[in-house]
Nanobody, 123 residues
Framework: QVQLVESGGGSVQAGGSLRLSCATS????????MGWFRQAPGKEREGVAA????????YYADSVKGRFTISRDNAKNTVYLQMNNLKPEDTAMYYC????????????????WGQGTQVTVSS
């Protein structure tokens, strides 16, 4: 049974930073991906960033390139999302997910999801 637990969300002012963490337990396989997604009220869930558990492959949504960085610590089974220069439009519930994916930023490709952590950015 794969479990994911997000943490690190909170409320910040525009321009601030947060680091989200996603601790995983259960089977982790090298050809799996870890992804961060977000969903704002009334909007569809969108892919933010994704990283392959083994190797160097990473993907970012255009809206966060240059501001967000995804990283992993395989020894701790933890994936991070460093978010800098946050904007009000980054306000959303952030979820991490894992699975064998074809399109790394496509939510429907991921089999396992965490419960989410709220990020609120005020102007």
């Amino acid at each position: 049974q794969v479990q994911l637990v997000e943490s690190g969300g909170g409320s910040v002012q525009a321009g601030g930073s947060l680091r989200l963490s996603c601790a995983t337990s259960g089977a982790t396989v090298s050809n799996k991906w870890m992804g961060w997604f977000r969903q704002a009220p009334g909007k569809e869930r969108e892919g933010v960033a994704a990283i392959k558990i083994a190797g160097t492959s990473q993907y970012y949504a255009d809206s966060v390139k240059g501001r967000f960085t995804i990283s992993r610590d395989n020894a701790k089974n933890t994936v991070y999302l460093q978010m800098n220069n946050l904007k009000p439009e980054d306000t959303a519930m952030y979820y991490c997910a894992t699975g064998y994916v074809v399109v790394p930023l496509r939510a429907s490709d991921y089999a396992y999801w965490g419960q989410g952590t709220q990020v609120t950015v005020s102007s």
